[in-house]
């Protein structure tokens, strides 16, 4: 019996300390009772052992998730104790059995259950029991929003616990009340308590602990808009609990990481998480747990734009708060469909919705969610158009997120009285707003750890940056010269604020790199290159079903996670500072020399219009064209000149009637892209474009005025923003004298006698073909070259940009894996099939292989924008790199080369498709 009984205690003991410990003890206790023979056992002794078999066999099914079991476990401890006559040791069985009950959801037995076991337990003088019960009561009052009643049962378990020296409950209340005073608002004394409460946790070895403070703390830096530290802590918390293998506190936490996800803008990545979520609470039985999940999944689907699954998703997890008596998870239902009826253009709708949920969250004393849900208030009055109103609720709500330091509803708060005032035609305050909003949002967002999620974050939350920029042009017109050029300027500074801002922090700061990748990340890496060769037609036994595909796609976002959640759990305290913080017009005016000029377009509305940049001044040209019809014409032009890219040779006889059909539509683009700019470049000879959205693939030396191309007169250059473009004319190319070449001619049959042709060019020139043109010699060498010249196959994935990929003798080099080389400022040559391309967002912010090689360390890519003939590339690369080696800059290279090609093969397929990247 002493050993039962000890087995027991262990079990006990180490659920906080070493989980797999205890479902281990409760093990050799049901292998002990099943040894003995039942045959001399006393009835009583027999009794005893199958109760304290239960008990520890429940402990192990709520360490496992299997709650429904611990409930039927615990109760038949329960009887069996009271058979004998010890109702102490039954009482003490009910006291988990409250937790069980919370997490089932079923909160009125569990009260019940608490009620009766407390007064039990004081009756028979067990107050250390007791308090236990007054802590599993806080947390039976928090899953239910009673935020006061938790916060009074915590602490009064607090102090029952310090009198009776049990420091683990004692860490437990701590936990508990800093809990329900994060949902009060009480945010200071909140990280007061858990900072407390980590020191002890960590001091007397309660792993469980740790965790769960981990996780708690973090969701306090969520809701204040401290989101690096949230990340951190979630990833944390979310690995002990894996390591720990306890399945409903890692659904919880990878649930947490989910809302974060969320708040952020990772949508996809929010979406699989929350997803999974959903599935695993339901498969668990914790339904309010699946309710938050459901709730979360419907406000990602209504960012996705996907409103009628959004709407199911709110309606089922209402359902189940309602069945739980969950009044605060109601009211978030509210406010995501007040969220939903804004974007549907309802604001009445939203407005009585988001008044609910204010209450709801008043009525509950949660001040953070009634901070939220009033933002969403003021915002439905604007909208409403009643302006005076929504101004007065704006302060207000200001007001108490200011004394909460919630960032985020700050944000919009001054974002949406920005709007106030714009409606009231307050223009300069209404400036202040705005750039008051930017200040703060920029405060998060530099915080952040990686540029993809710092990217995702500014993409949706462009309001106040594009009121800046619509204030901006809406500026009266100067009369004077000065004046003109100052307002242009203005625009241009306004304008490229929302451009490329992840890449040109990343090429300021320096490459984010792992010294060590860890062995699960390797084994992904071969596990995707097997994938890639499995459906890669020109391979044997090549396999490109639906099926493979799929797993392709998984393997890569598995991958991609992983190393994010890697680096999530090593986040630093170092914010990033980018070119935004040192950019200015004047700046890039002072490199550009005479004759030089950037040209940068944006879009309002449906008016594409253009700031042009030179050394003296800045011009402004509104209304350069209606922005759907050069949409079109672009895409018009591409599909003319790409009828080549399934074989020129085959189209010979045609060539002629098809070069003309593409010089009339890039006449016709030319016309709309060029030609009202030509008074304001007159003079200039060389051109850095920043193209908007699909501008991006247009091949701007063959643009035509039905005489001359561009590049007949012009040397052009691209960057995806103004900043990039600064950095880049400060980053001149080094001289090219160590050039590494690789050519990998399975199938480009050209590639080998390119890259050993680009080698011999200069002496000391080194290439690797065939066999040898592999990822890792390229990993090796690459850091030495001046000039990396890659020919190879390639892929641009538009479903994945980052795993676009140059195909190499063992396998494929990613964007993903070029970002982490480390390359010297030259140049690199991407003579592949369209290795220009990038997938782009409403930030213009670019993802693709010139991305990658230029956050690597490149001064100057070279990249294609459709697929090009290997033979005729050659012939172009000759000429390239000839001008190159002779001193030529690679935008003088570049244009000599385009000049030669077309004397033999006049459609601009053949000579237009390679776009210089960086600067001249």
Known sequence: MSLAWGLKDVCHSAWSSEPQRAVRAAEALRGLLEA??????DDRIRTELVALSCWADAIADIICGRMTDAEAGLDRADAGFRAIGKPGHAAQTQVPKIMVLGILGRHAQAAKCAEKTKVELTRLGDLPTAAKVSLNLGNLQMERDAYSDATRNYREAAVLFSRAGDREHSIMADIGLADALTATGDFAEASRIFARARMRAAAHGLPVLEALIEGSSALLDLSRGNYRDALRGLERSRQRWEQMEMPQNLAISEKQLG????????????????????????????????????????????????????????????????EHDSPVGGAAVALVRAELALANGDPQEALALAETASQAFADAGQVPGRTGAEAVV?????????????????????????????????????????????????????????????????????????????????????QPYQALLGLALEAPESATDEGASARAARVLWQLDRMRARALAERMSHGNERESDEPDALGELRTRLNWLYRRVDPSAEGADGSAHWQDEIRRAEQTLLERARRQRLAAASSVEVVGLDDGFSVPALQAHLGEGDALVEYGVVGDELFCCVATASRVQLIRNVASWAVVQQAVRSTCFQIESL???????????????????????????????????????????????????????????TDGDRYLADTIELAVAPSARVALYGLLRKPVIPECVLSLGESSRLPHAGAEAELVASLFPRGHSLVGSAATVAALQEMAGSADVLHL??????????????????????????????????????????????????????????????????????????????DDRVTSDFMTHFYSALKNGDSPATALRGAQLAVRATHPHPFHWAAFTLHGGW
């Open 259 to 322: 809302y974060a996800y969320l708040e952020l803008r990772l949508l996809p990545e929010a979406m699989a998480l929350l997803d999974d979520a959903v599935e695993k609470f339901e498969r668990l039985g914790m339904a309010v747990e699946q309710a938050w999940a459901l709730s979360q999944r419907g406000r990602a689907l209504v960012l996705q734009g996907r409103r009628a699954l959004a709407s199911d998703s709110l309606v089922a997890a209402a359902q189940l708060f309602a």
């Open 791 to 868: 020919a190879c196959h390639a892929q641009f994935r538009i479903d994945s940009p980052m795993f676009s990929a140059l195909q190499l003798a063992d396998g494929a080099l990613t964007a993903e894996q070029a970002e982490a080389l480390s390359l010297k400022p030259g140049v690199v040559v991407l003579s592949a099939c369209e290795t220009g391309l990038a997938g782009d967002n409403v930030g213009d912010e670019i993802i693709g292989l010139v991305r990658a090689f230029m956050v690597a360390g490149a001064a100057r890519v070279v990249g294609s924008l459709w697929p090009v």
């Open 645 to 703: 890219r399934h074989g020129a040779a085959q189209m010979s006889s045609h060539m002629a009637q098809l070069e003309h059909r593409a010089r009339i539509r890039l006449t016709q683009l030319g016309g709309l892209l060029w030609a009202p700019l030509r008074s304001a470049l007159a003079g200039i000879r060389r051109v850095l474009v920043v193209p908007h959205g699909e501008l991006a693939r247009v091949p701007f030396g063959a643009l």
């Open 378 to 462: 003021a915002a439905a009055l604007l909208d409403s158009g009643h302006v005076a109103a929504a101004g007065a609720r704006f302060e207000a709500c200001l007001e108490s997120a200011e004394t909460l330091q919630l960032l985020p509803a700050q944000v919009r708060c001054l974002t949406g009285l920005g709007r106030v005032a714009r409606a009231e035609g307050r223009i300069a305050a209404a400036a202040e707003w705005f750039e008051s909003a930017v200040e703060r949002f920029e405060d998060q967002r530099r915080a952040l750890p990686g540029d993809d999620i710092r990217s995702a974050y500014l993409t949706d939350h462009l």
């Open 36 to 41: 003995i023979d039942d045959s001399s056992m």
